[in-house]
């Protein structure tokens, strides 16, 4: 059964860090390109970032460019994405999301977690 | 950046009765090398992670019942629920993947009369 787990959200001061996780099982991870997409409370989906598979590939939203990082340990089957100088616009639900791979719809979503970006 | 507009904005719709939601897109997402659109449409209910119905902009996901479909080209596309049930409350996007970054449609909140 796929699966993909995220974890790492939480409260945290404008400006400061965070590192997301998403653990996945079930699939050859390493075949898969892989995504963050956010979701701010009670507003729509927000691509955020993909990353190709062996690391190449990678592209961010203007919104979070420069600020955020992400990354794969195929080793370990976990997508990362580190979120520096974060701000209050920030704030969102944070999905791992799968290519499908027939051209980059989604297939596999992991349940999210909540960053919160607050003073 | 595409731009993903999606009309209504909320549907009230009958048990049993269809159900359409429209999307557009600002410019075309139809590959001409494999004339396919790059356009899905995905279902969220409450406290829960989008669940993807329609990829291609047309077909249907393995698990996803035959009432939805999908159907459009180019640049307007059309999500139908054929007989509405209980359980299809939810609020329900169109994305396209033709170009990075990837867009969303605005989403479509569909409940019961």
């Known amino acids: 059964e796929v699966q993909m787990v995220e974890s790492g959200g939480g409260l945290v001061q404008p400006g400061g860090s965070l590192r997301l996780s998403c653990a996945a099982s079930?699939?050859?991870?390493?075949?898969?390109?892989i995504y963050w997409v956010r979701q701010a409370p009670g507003k729509g989906l927000v691509w955020v970032s993909r990353?190709?598979?062996?690391?190449?590939?990678?592209a961010y939203a203007d919104s979070v460019k420069g600020r955020f990082t992400i990354s794969r340990d195929d080793a370990k089957k976990t997508l990362y994405l580190q979120m520096t100088s974060l701000r209050v616009e920030d704030t969102a639900v944070y999905y791992c999301?799968?290519?499908?791979?027939?051209?980059?719809?989604?297939?596999?979503w992991g349940q999210g977690t909540m960053v919160t970006v607050s003073s | 950046d595409i731009v993903m507009t999606q009309s209504p904005d909320s549907l009230t719709v009958s048990l049993g009765e269809r159900a359409t939601i429209n999307c557009k897109s600002s410019?075309?997402?139809?590959?001409?090398?494999?004339?396919?659109?790059?356009l899905a449409w995905y279902q969220q209910k409450p406290r829960q992670p989008p669940k993807l119905l329609i990829y291609?902009?047309?077909t249907r996901e393995s698990g996803v019942p035959d009432r939805f479909s999908g159907s459009g080209s180019g640049t307007e596309f059309t999500l139908t629920i054929s007989s509405l049930q209980a359980e299809d409350v939810a609020v329900y996007y169109c994305?396209?993947?033709?170009?990075?970054?990837?867009?969303f449609g605005q989403g479509t909140k569909l409940e019961i009369k």
């Open positions: 999301a799968r290519d499908a791979g027939r051209g980059g719809d989604l297939d596999y």
């Open positions: 079930g699939f050859p991870f390493g075949y898969f390109w």
């Open positions: 990353i190709k598979t062996d690391g190449s590939g990678i």
């Open positions: 410019q075309s997402v139809l590959y001409s090398s494999n004339n396919k659109n790059y």
């Open positions: 291609w902009a047309s």
């Open positions: 994305h396209q993947y033709y170009n990075s970054p990837h867009t």
